[in-house]
């Protein structure tokens, strides 16, 4: 499984966010013995002032550790025909949130079938969006079928994360294959997998 996300790991987050806590304290100890005198006559506004920064740096923490992550991909064979070819769809979510969200699947050079089982969006016949509702640690999997244009060489397919309205603490990865070309074998007119990219 290739994994492209970049983003920090939720351990390092709370290593950083409880330094940064400490810090804060250990500067206001310090700041409160220097300036005792005067935090006597503001001892409320002190105490209001370090609860919102110590419950801000919290409620960030607490955001980004329970955000979902969405890892995606697709599985299709190595040559296909131009006919009842499929292609499987796979994501799991490996966060702590539930989350629901769209795959993109389009094609250059082919279009959907309609023995693509619904529901789905159909943008038009050579994209669609499938939505998705993941519960933390669940993997679902849908199928698509499409057909090759006529009379061409080479077709592609590739598979995007879109947001969905429903959620925003989700973030994303490419768990495997995204994209892929085919490519025309003119002694047998079949199609095989040549690259894992996308057209220009």
Not at 80 to 95: I, V
């Amino acid at each position: 499984m290739i994994i492209l996300s970049t983003m920090p790991s939720n351990d390092g987050l709370v290593v950083v966010l409880t330094a940064i806590v400490v810090l804060v304290v250990l500067i206001g100890v310090g700041l409160a013995f220097r300036w005792r005198n005067v935090l006597r006559k503001h001892v409320k506004i002190v105490v209001a002032a370090i609860f919102i920064l110590v419950a801000t740096v919290a409620v960030i923490g607490g955001l980004w550790y329970a955000e979902a992550s969405i890892d995606y991909w697709f599985v299709s064979s190595e040559a296909t025909a131009t006919q009842d070819n499929s292609l499987t769809m796979y994501c799991e979510n490996t966060g702590h949130l539930a989350a629901t969200f769209d795959l993109e699947l389009a094609f250059t050079n082919a279009h959907f079938s309609l023995k693509t089982s619904l529901p789905y969006q159909f943008i038009d016949n050579r994209t669609a969006k499938f939505t998705f509702t993941l519960q933390p640690g669940e993997i679902q999997s849908r199928q698509a079928w499409f057909i090759i244009d006529d009379d061409v060489s080479d077709f592609y397919v590739s598979l995007s994360f879109q947001q969905n309205g429903a959620n925003f603490l989700v973030r994303s990865s490419s768990g495997g294959v995204n994209s892929v070309s085919y490519q025309k074998d003119f002694a047998d007119s079949n199609f095989t997998m040549r690259t894992f990219a996308p057209p220009p």
